[in-house]
């Protein structure tokens, strides 16, 4: 019994001096910031509207003032098809031609699952059918591809947001075979252009996703509100925590390439952002928050980073007259754009 003891202790000493160690590894402050990376913008025409601004000016002021060169965009099923088999992408169509203007490279996102809540944007009268929601979905995808297939700036198709995320969002349940289906019908389709999956960088090991798409993103958060957690909270984790994760993804798939595609530069609050306090809101973001946001994705040493929260950041200067979040984005841009031209 003394020597089983004595076993016991070495073995769960070793474990918890292994464990120490890889904390301390994770939350090292990681290597220098990589300075080749592009910097990027998820735009959302829904969430600008749903903030009570006019989407295309806040647009416009994306391309425009902050003079961001690389956008995603979602293409919302529930808006284009609101009629059984009757498309009207005219906003996207005006959203496409306008980055093609200026160069813009552009990711659209298609499928039921696309950014922002409820993460599913589904037509109403293709709820409660599965059979009738997956034929329609896989009519609406290939209507979409055969639109913008020959867009000058388009970059690459995303299909589906976060779709192993299964406990976030409204959603059907995961079908992870139609997943597949859907990928396929893209890559067919289009095969000139890679296709992106994404998954959440804190909650997932990315494996599903990674193995699936040409290029893998990730979703990266630092200051959240849970009610899991009691509140606000902020994840103990470094830059070397995805390292470590893509290093896994590299040796389990034959997944090369990696992407930060939504990283936190707006509030994560306990409830609608246009109703919470700004001081509470500033808990989870604010200007000094979202330069060191920047600097911890850099050091994650992805080639590509998108930000998330464009539309949050004209809505506080316009709306609320604090233009500094606007104004640092900016400077954000401008800074990356000159070190990316040295």
Not at 106 to 131: F, M, Y
Request: aromatic share 14%; hydrophobic share 40%; proline share 5%.
């Amino acid at each position: 019994m003394k020597h089983f003891l004595k076993v016991s202790i070495i073995i769960m000493s070793g474990v918890g001096i292994l464990l120490g160690l890889l904390f301390w590894y994770l939350n090292l402050p990681g290597p220098q910031p990589r300075e080749d990376v592009h910097l990027g913008m998820t735009f959302s025409s829904r969430y600008a509207s749903d903030l009570g601004l006019d989407w295309r000016e806040t647009y416009e002021a994306l391309l425009d003032d902050m003079k961001i060169k690389k956008m995603r965009i979602p293409v919302y099923w529930d808006l284009v098809e609101r009629t059984p088999g009757q498309y009207d992408f005219s906003d996207v169509d005006w959203q496409v031609a306008e980055a093609e203007q200026r160069g813009v490279e552009i990711i659209l996102t298609l499928g039921q699952r696309v950014p922002r809540w409820p993460e599913c944007h589904i037509p109403s009268w293709a709820k409660n059918d599965e059979v009738i929601r997956q034929a329609a979905l896989l009519r609406f995808m290939t209507a979409t591809v055969e639109r913008y297939k020959d867009a000058k700036t388009l970059r690459m198709w995303q299909v589906e947001n976060e779709p192993f995320l299964v406990f976030f969002g409204e959603c059907p349940p995961l079908d992870s075979d139609f997943l597949d289906w859907e990928v396929s019908l893209v890559r067919t389709l289009d095969p000139t252009r890679p296709v992106l999956l994404t998954d959440s960088g804190e909650l997932s090991i990315w494996i599903r996703a990674a193995k699936r798409g040409d290029v893998f993103g990730t979703t990266l958060y630092r200051h959240i509100w849970s009610k899991n957690t009691g509140g606000y909270f902020t994840y103990p984790i470094g830059p070397n925590f995805f390292r470590l994760k893509e290093l896994m993804v590299r040796v389990l798939t034959s997944q090369k390439n990696f992407i930060v595609i939504e990283l936190q530069a707006e509030p994560w609050a306990s409830g609608w952002i246009a109703t919470v306090p700004l001081a509470e809101q500033f808990r989870t973001m604010d200007e000094t928050k979202l330069r060191e946001n920047v600097e911890y994705a850099k050091r994650v040493g992805f080639s590509d980073i998108y930000l998330w929260g464009g539309e949050w950041w004209y809505w506080m200067k316009t709306k609320k007259e604090y233009p500094a979040l606007w104004e640092t984005g900016k400077m954000i841009f401008q800074d990356n754009a000159k070190e990316e031209s040295r």
